[in-house]
């Protein structure tokens, strides 16, 4: 795929996440309004700084009017956003290219997700009329289906394997646990895990994503302006996605041990910031663990394991905090919470606090003195259809 | 009319789950008895189990369709609107073929059968019936869910398996067994008085159809006599003076509409050429059948006989067998439940949701289920032909247990399905063991009922364990 992206040419100057939790007591308007003011606030802006908006949810309100409306914007241009659970990095992604053309100078993308006013449990999509031969599957099902076809694959033992992703689990409440914002801030422990009652092939309640209400927001501008706001601004190294055209749930030759619209966008992210050796390259990476499988998978797919070997890394703590590549240090979906529009702009959040050093000293990674990019991977979709954003920051201007 | 009528083909569906009627008794305390009865899955009605049916029977003859498709059953899945329609569309039948539902009552299926038998043209019959007793009740263990499909037409249409040489019918008025509409089950009046109104019927219809046919008792092989009042059925039987057929009481239970149709596929499963077969069937009067295997029998049985389906089975729980016929309640999983499929984009697509019919790109060769305008891989666009996929096998490539989903009967076991000859399908595995399912197991495809929402029954293909 051809990309030339926008290496260097803009930077996020303020990021704000608010605390993901079941927020009963919160309307989905007033997560945007504190998302938005911590944002704007951490930049040193006042509201009518603000020349656009891209607002990504998913599915909790439409249009930009529900944006403009809450916040009483004067008379700004409001794109609301949805490309699944990548809908947040996606408003990010469209906000950049906004200010990369000289639309704009000051750009915001949020994300808010209400999900907890539904009254049902887990994640449940908006109906759209079909014709009813359309799966009814869960995600965490469709999720699950990747663990027996790893296994097979590489001739890894079931019950090693649901272990090695109970590992996961366990590593991402380890870093929730030390983070005020996630919904879930308590250690749990991979044996504990796997003693639990199964709800979708082999994973269990807590190899999922928290349920969670949020919202988080980013403020970009031209990258040449961006010590105007911040003394540390996060420059983009590369913006990739993918929509996957679903052939893997069509081609026979398609196994469930790879999620294919990840790896293209990687591989095209790579290319925009001109990484080679991710291992060595990044100083973290967020990524989309909304089932432990998925990061498991993603740890290939992203180029930070071998083929087959993730699995046994996951065991060595290589993406531990004080591995050689964290992942997820702020709990990931799993410890933090996935307000489905917010998770995007979430995890960039935690590459802004880690990058510039101000995550807190128990979670704070220890890479930063040789490294000084990030990557977040955010999906949106199944294994064998999804929609992949693969973005790359650093503080340096190359 | 000097060409000789009678049976094209034949096939029958027993369902795979079974209850053991000794159940009843230990988890109410009363009712059940002896043996099992058949039980329709969560996920079929008598609609899809005609289809099973249906397609058994098509599937013993090389590219033979039927002129007309009549469909019987007193537990329909729709009323005002056709349900023949549903099997006419799941068996891919041309639009110029018509699809008519006998309705309402148990003699509707027989007359069907009758008239068919008597009708020109090559006729489908496909008859129904899902049986609810209330709890402890009669019909409760006594009932039986089945279907069955014969296609009738002349010799000239092919080799009949049997021939049909007459027969007689007696109609009386009497309210023995009755049900209003909505209800789910019937009621009947005391037992002897049903007795001694349908036996002269019986000794009438037997007599004027051994005249009719220059037959005598004596001629009569075999005769299979059913109704759904038992005590007059099992009188009528030893007034006959004729060996009667297994009733198929203790394996499967009385089918209702079905029922007649089932007993006769099972004694042509296993009867010898020239052999003479009555059918008697108490309903509403009396309706007597006379046929003759023919030569052609041995080799145009279907694939799967009566006796096979009943030997493999796997019992369902008393209470879950309540739960899926309505008649108890349970806590459903915490999601919302699905919406009504939208009629537009189901006849858009009736091809598929119906027929299961995928598209092969005639450049790659790849078979897209579903069916799809552009190809996955070479770039062509709308160079595809019809992959019908109903009748194909294939294995388990990756499989999940879904206990979060939205089901009328939880777990879901869904599985990635790679077909033979090409084609890759995630798609529902039922009548199913999830402890048992693994990858590389062997899949077959069936036509159920999704759910219901608003009203409307979403019918869609499902896969289950191959049984041959």
Avoid at chain 2, 175 to 202: C, I, K
Avoid at chain 2, 326 to 352: F, K, V
Avoid at chain 2, 413 to 430: H, K, N, S, Y
């Amino acid at each position: 795929m051809a990309s030339h992206g926008i290496l260097d040419r803009v930077a996020i100057v303020g990021m704000g996440c608010t605390p993901f939790r079941e927020h009963w007591d919160r309307s989905l308007d007033d997560l945007l309004i504190e998302a938005h003011g911590l944002a704007l606030n951490s930049a040193g802006m006042v509201k009518d700084d603000v020349d656009a908006y891209w607002y990504g949810t998913s599915q909790s309100s439409a249009s930009g009017i529900s944006l403009a409306t809450p916040l009483r914007l004067d008379n700004r241009p409001v794109t609301r956003v949805e490309n699944y659970c990548a809908t947040g990095s996606e408003a990010l992604r469209q906000a950049c290219y906004a200010v990369a053309s000289g639309a704009y100078d000051v750009a915001v993308a949020i994300g808010g997700e209400k999900v907890k006013d539904g009254g049902y449990q887990g994640l449940n999509a908006f109906p759209i009329p079909t014709d009813g031969t359309n799966r009814t599957l869960t995600a965490a099902a469709m999720f699950s289906l990747m663990l027996p076809a790893y296994a097979e694959r590489y001739g890894v033992d079931e019950d090693r394997l649901r272990y090695v992703v109970a590992k996961i689990a366990e590593k991402n409440h380890f870093n929730g646990a030390r983070n005020d914002l996630a919904q879930f801030r308590r250690e749990m422990s991979a044996e504990a895990i796997c003693e639990m009652a199964a709800v979708a092939g082999r994973l269990s309640v807590f190899d999922c994503a928290g349920v969670a209400d949020g919202a988080a927001a980013a403020v970009v501008v031209p990258a040449g302006r961006a010590t105007d706001y911040t003394d540390a601004p996060l420059y983009v190294k590369a913006l990739s996605l993918v929509a996957g055209d679903g052939s893997g749930l069509v081609d026979p030759a398609f196994d469930f041990t790879t999620l294919p619209e990840c790896v293209a966008a990687a591989d095209d992210a790579y290319a925009q910031a001109g990484i080679t050796d991710p291992r060595t390259e990044l100083a973290m990476a967020e990524v989309h663990d909304c089932f432990t499988p998925t990061e498991l998978v993603l740890m290939e797919d992203l180029g930070f394991s071998e083929r087959g070997e993730g699995w046994s890394d996951v065991l060595d703590g290589r993406f531990a905090l004080d591995g050689d590549l964290p992942v997820n240090t702020d709990g990931g979906l799993k410890s933090f919470g996935h307000p489905v529009g917010a998770s995007g702009l979430r995890m960039h959040y935690e590459a802004w606090l880690q990058l510039r050093g101000e995550a807190p000293a128990d979670r704070r990674v220890t890479t930063l003195d040789t490294r000084s990019r990030a990557l977040v991977h955010n999906l949106g979709g199944y294994p064998g259809e999804m929609v992949s954003f693969v973005g790359i920051w650093g503080t340096e201007r190359d | 009319m000097s060409m000789t009528r009678g049976i094209l083909a034949y096939g029958a569906h027993v369902p795979y789950r079974r209850l053991d009627r000794a159940e009843i008794s230990s988890v109410m305390g009363a009712g059940g008895g002896r043996g099992h009865r058949a039980v329709a899955s969560f996920d079929e009605d008598t609609t899809t189990m005609g289809v099973a049916a249906a397609r058994r029977a098509l599937g013993a003859l090389d590219n033979t369709t039927p002129d007309a498709l009549w469909f019987s059953t007193v537990a329909p899945a729709y009323l005002d609107k056709t349900n023949a329609t549903v099997i006419h569309a799941a068996l891919r039948l041309d639009s110029t073929i018509p699809a008519l539902d006998f309705g309402g009552a148990q003699r509707s299926a027989v007359g069907a059968l009758r008239a068919a038998l008597t009708a020109p043209g090559r006729t489908l019959v496909v008859a129904s019936d899902i049986r609810i007793g209330l709890p402890t009740g009669p019909e409760d263990g006594g009932g039986g869910d089945a279907a069955t499909a014969i296609l009738t037409g002349s010799s000239d249409d092919g080799p009949l398996l049997a021939e049909y040489l007459g027969g007689a019918t007696s109609t009386g008025e009497f309210t023995d067994r009755w049900r209003t509409p909505g209800s789910a089950y019937s009621r009947t009046w005391e037992d002897r008085f049903g007795e001694q109104a349908y036996l002269p019927l019986v000794r009438q219809a037997w007599a004027d159809a051994l005249a009719a046919t220059d037959l005598t008792a004596d001629d009569v092989d075999v005769a299979v006599i059913t109704g759904l009042h038992g005590r007059a059925s099992k009188k009528a039987a030893s007034g006959l003076g004729v060996a009667v057929a297994d009733d198929r009481a203790a394996t499967i239970g009385n089918a209702g509409a079905a029922h007649p149709s089932l007993l006769l596929a099972d004694v042509l499963d296993g009867a010898e050429a020239g052999a003479v077969v009555a059918l008697v069937v108490l309903a509403d009067g009396c309706e007597v059948l006379f046929f003759r295997t023919t030569d052609a029998l041995a080799a145009g049985r279907p694939t799967r006989s009566v006796a096979a389906q009943v030997d493999d089975r796997a019992d369902v729980a008393y209470t879950r067998y309540l739960a899926w016929r309505g008649l108890l309640e349970i806590q459903p999983p915490n999601r919302p439940e699905p919406n009504r499929p939208s009629s537009a984009a189901a006849l858009r697509r009736t091809d598929w949701k119906h027929g299961f019919v995928g598209a092969t790109d005639r450049t790659t060769g790849i078979t897209h289920l579903p069916p799809s305008r552009i190809g996955i891989a070479g770039g062509s666009v709308d160079d595809m032909d019809p992959a019908p996929m109903a009748d194909a096998t294939g294995t388990i490539a990756t499989f999940t247990v879904d206990h979060l989903v939205y089901s009328q009967s939880p777990p879901v076991v869904f599985a990635v399905v790679d077909f033979d000859g090409g084609g890759r399908m995630p798609i529902e595995l039922t009548d199913a063991d999830p402890a048992e399912v693994a990858i590389g197991d062997r899949v077959e495809m069936t036509f159920r009922r999704m759910f219901t929402a608003d009203g409307i029954h979403n019918y869609f293909w499902k896969a289950h364990p191959a049984r041959g």
